[in-house]
């Protein structure tokens, strides 16, 4: 019985989106599913790019005012990843506050199960993203207090701003379509 050899050389490949058969998956800092098909993170680096694509990503919901650097800009590209970047600040008192309209139109997004599976991400996982799944929360009738405590496990101590704009956040004036909701969406 005839041997071929495979070639281990890749040079055709993008070095960036290969990754070896036996490489750990290393998944973004606080990274954690919220509902079937939609995650949470930090932002994801090149050491976590094996780890996302296992996911199959349709979107990524990004927070923050700097762009992707390029590599992420890459990865996204290759994987035919649809990348919505809101420019939004975090809840700092007394004069910086989430953007209402970001996290409306996040929600609209996450509510619509043509965009899943989909991650959400800030740079660090915690404040700005705390407040998007707390707002997700509202809609899916948690407890306040179930809501805070999934935040701080995320977040720590930094709550009261935080904590505020999830109390006022009006879940009602969130126009999402019936017709696509995902199944963990109850009425």
């Given at each position: 019985m005839k041997k071929t050899h495979q070639s281990t050389d890749h040079s055709d490949v993008?070095?960036?989106?290969?990754?070896?058969?036996?490489m750990p998956?290393?998944?973004?800092?606080?990274?954690?599913?919220?509902a079937s098909g939609v995650y949470r993170s930090g932002h994801p680096n090149k050491q976590n790019f094996a780890f996302l694509r296992k996911l199959g990503l349709k979107t990524i919901l990004y927070f923050a005012i700097e762009d992707y650097p390029d590599e992420m800009q890459h990865f996204v590209k290759q994987e035919d990843i649809q990348v919505f970047q809101?420019?939004?600040?975090?809840?700092?008192?007394p004069f910086s506050e989430v953007n209402h309209k970001d996290i409306t139109h996040a929600l609209v997004k996450l509510l619509d199960k043509r965009c899943h599976p989909i991650l959400i991400h800030c740079l660090k996982g915690k404040h700005r993203i705390g407040c998007l799944v707390g707002c997700l929360r509202r809609i899916q009738n948690w407890s306040m207090t179930s809501i805070f405590d999934e935040y701080r496990r995320f977040a720590g101590t930094k709550v009261l701003a935080d904590q505020e704009f999830i109390e006022m956040f009006d879940r009602t004036l969130v126009p999402y379509d019936p017709t696509y909701k995902p199944a963990w969406l109850q009425d």
């Open positions: 993008c070095s960036i989106c290969y990754t070896r058969p036996n998956l290393v998944p973004p800092l606080n990274f954690a599913m919220i809101y420019r939004t600040e975090g809840n700092k008192e």
